[in-house]
């Protein structure tokens, strides 16, 4: 029997607020437990929840970038449970009516762009967390998180592989990066994943049992997971057996999912519309307004880079999935321009800097033996996250010293090689090229009396292609600049070499 996987994801993302969803309470992350707190979010009596404006035009500027339509009427309701992490007994959130609906959001799948559709994104607030101590019997909580604002955001379940559920998270973080909505730094978990999955023999119609994967916190994670998944899945049912409906959690060390509760049903939530909150309504002119402030979105973003600084579709659409990478990129460019470049002239040079040289020099150092991961610097933060995730750590080479090494590039004042040797030199020791260029003696060399003398030599070797050249082989004039520029040690100054060598062969 062949099956055919079928995943939907659910992402929490906590949206950029300066203060929680119904108190004014602060949301930064890592201050001293509880210190965050007030009676409204410890959830003492007598208080009464105010919705915070910020986080609701937050929900509807993420929902207009992944083409919702936007609720003009907005309910809240409890969610009830027990936990020690929610000191109310129950969760405001949105059940009935959520504040976007009906979306979708373009993906780079196996084959080609498609579309992923978005059910539904609605506000609600987060929990607090417990706190296991080590070596004590207890347990304690910290409610700092305790409602802070997220936005649910859940797909239909349109998603039928494991690359096809990352591609879609990271096109989702980006867009939300963007929109300046949530920072998507999943180690601090403000953006967490939960796919749910289950399969179905090819060309039946009905869904299957469907698993949910709790709170995941890499791309990586994601992908061994839903792996792991659709082996055991596939084996359950080859050997004849039934998939449970149940929620499991992904165990890292085990390389395996495990299960944490049988899955609870809408109805055990007892939801009902929060009597504290009156409807929320949200007006037509309102929603143009936030609609005209939007950023840029992912496919302009693209066009504009090939059009203005010359770039092909491929690197383009690299530098405009990361803002961090794409902010950095301009920063070097505009950092050029001062020195009197185009953007243009070093548009190119820059990107593929930024996208391949950087990699290359990220997967060198990541190979070394005793490389450790957490404090080790690197040019460049999360190029690509599901590869590198927390390696990219800031980036250390300031646009004004990366500008500078591209500028003597794109003039012919350094060679390729050379350009290579600064450029790793300037990851590691965070000096100027022009310092690197000095200390090492890589200075280049314009002397003609000296280039002159590596012709000679170079030519005396290569008698055949002289030969040849003077034949009328005009492809081997490449061949001998390129042991002129070797015999030098990629110093000479390539214009120099080309000039002379013409001059020395007629
Ligand atoms: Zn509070």
Redesign the pocket.
Known sequence: MIYEVVIGVEVHAQLRTK??L????GTVFGFTANS???????GLPGTLPVINQAAVEMAVRAGLALNCTIAANNLFARKNYFYPDLPKGYQISQYEAPICEHGWIEIAGSEGKRRVRIRRAHLEEDAGKSVHVAGTNGSRVDLNR??TPLLEIVTEPDLRSAEEVVAYLKSLRETLIYQDVCDGDMEKGNFRCEPNLSLRPLGQKEFGTKVEMKNINSFKFVKDAIEYEIKRQTKVLSDGGKILQETRLWNLDRGETAVMRSKEEAHDYRYFPDPDLVPLKISKEWIDQVRSSLAELPADRRNRLQQEFGLSEYSAGVLASDKKVLEYFEQCVTEDEKLGLSKMEVGKELANCITIDFQGLTRKMLSRPGFERSNTPLPLRHLDYSEYGEVWHGMIIPPKNLAELIAKKVKGEISGPIYKTVLEEMCETHRTAEEIIEAKGLKQVSDEGIIEKIIDEVLEKNLDQVAQFKEGKQQVLGFLVGQVMKASGGKANPGKVNELLKKRLG
């Open positions: 203060s929680k119904f108190c004014g309470c965050q707190t007030c009676p409204l979010c410890l305790a409602g």
